[in-house]
T-cell receptor, first 110, second 114 residues
Framework: NAGVTQTPKFRILKIGQSMTLQCTQD?????MYWYRQDPGMGLKLIYY???????DKGEVPNGYNVSRSTTEDFPLRLELAAPSQTSVYFC?????????FGQGTRLTVV | DQQVKQNSPSLSVQEGRISILNCDYT??????FLWYKKYPAEGPTFLIS?????DKNEDGRFTVFLNKSAKHLSLHIVPSQPGDSAVYFC?????????????FGKGTKLTVNP
């Protein structure tokens, strides 16, 4: 059972570069989410989706974009990387309230 | 403004003893609470939850207690095992809220010593 799969696991970006964090789930969940976790902090919601074609902003959406063309995939796009985006990013999916998380992507912007 | 607070960044207990992890919240509209466990280099995994219509929920060694009047919940692990060593996050959700409404605490790192 794959669950929620995130790629890559680690990435170093230079300031101003762009990249896409990939997320795929095989549980047929309608809800998908992107969180970031900064050191010593809880998880903060970046964007979420309640189904294919529908996305909405979370608590900290600035500097990010998302799309949801299929139920399975929910990529997160960073257009102009900034040091403040150095964090661990978690993708999650949910049938309702209990979310299932991927293993995370550790991103460093230098 | 932290709506969900875990005031103890860390907790250390002996194997076989009870671990008690605490969580306070400020928003009286929260009506569903969850605990997640996180090992290093892994994503959080769901552990146990409780609805505001209950004051206790048990699942094996894990019990969550909810005190609505005090806006406080706690997670009890009995007996504690070394494999329970992880960071535990408390999360809360408001009425008609799905996972997109979850508010997480900062986490408590539990260390269970053999």
């Amino acid at each position: 059972n794959a669950g929620v799969t995130q790629t890559p696991k680690f990435r170093i970006l230079k300031i101003g570069q762009s990249m896409t964090l990939q997320c795929t789930q095989d549980m047929n969940h309608n809800y998908m989410y992107w969180y970031r976790q900064d050191p010593g902090m809880g998880l903060k919601l970046i964007y979420y989706s309640v189904g294919a074609g529908i996305t909405d902003k979370g608590e900290v959406p600035n500097g990010y974009n998302v799309s949801r063309s299929t139920t399975e995939d929910f990529p997160l796009r960073l257009e102009l990387a900034a040091p403040s985006q150095t964090s661990v990013y978690f993708c999650a999916s949910s049938p309702g309230l209990e979310a299932f998380f991927g293993q995370g992507t550790r991103l460093t912007v230098v | 403004d932290q709506q969900v607070k875990q005031n103890s960044p860390s907790l250390s207990v002996q194997e076989g003893r009870i671990s008690i992890l605490n969580c306070d919240y400020t928003n009286s509209m929260f009506d569903y609470f969850l605990w997640y466990k996180k090992y290093p280099a892994e994503g959080p995994t769901f552990l146990i939850s409780i609805s505001s219509i209950k004051d206790k929920n048990e699942d094996g060694r894990f019990t969550v207690f909810l005190n609505k009047s005090a806006k406080h919940l706690s997670l009890h692990i009995v007996p504690s095992q070394p494999g329970d060593s992880a960071v535990y996050f408390c999360a809360a959700s408001g009425p008609q809220g799905g996972s997109e409404k979850l508010v997480f605490g900062k986490g408590t790192k539990l260390t269970v010593n053999p």
